[in-house]
């Protein structure tokens, strides 16, 4: 069974940094896009980051600069660099991986938590 496990969230001052890291866990077949979404209290869930399976990467506009996406496809996992935290990126971050053959599935992490204050 796919599952998608995710490290790295925690507590920062503002101005510092975070590594968040998602596993693919449980064989999975052709993974496409891998990304990054985050959703604040009282907010809808949004695009932080994606990249796809020849490293392509897009970024939401509030982090575009101070975050980086990458993967590592030969241990099916995927990597969000957080630089310059502000308390507003304060949020549960959630791995997101779309998997499969001719008819993929979006498969989703429980969220790790990013609290940004000083």
């Known amino acids: 069974q796919v599952q998608l496990v995710e490290s790295g969230g925690g507590s920062v001052q503002p101005g510092g940094s975070l590594r968040l890291s998602c596993e693919v866990t449980?064989?999975?077949?052709?993974?496409?896009?891998m990304g990054w979404y985050r959703q604040a209290p009282g907010k809808s869930r949004e695009l932080v980051a994606s990249?796809?399976?020849?490293?392509?990467?897009m970024y939401g506009d509030s982090v575009r600069g101070r975050f980086s996406i990458s993967r590592d496809n030969a241990k099916n996992t995927v990597f969000l660099q957080m630089n310059s935290l502000k308390p507003e990126d304060t949020a549960v971050y959630y791995c997101?991986?779309?998997?499969?053959?001719?008819?993929?599935?979006?498969?989703w992490g429980n969220g790790t938590l990013v609290t940004v204050s000083a």
């Open positions: 990249v796809s399976s020849d490293g392509r990467a």
């Open positions: 449980g064989d999975p077949f052709n993974i496409h896009d």
């Open positions: 997101n991986a779309d998997i499969g053959g001719s008819v993929s599935m979006d498969f």
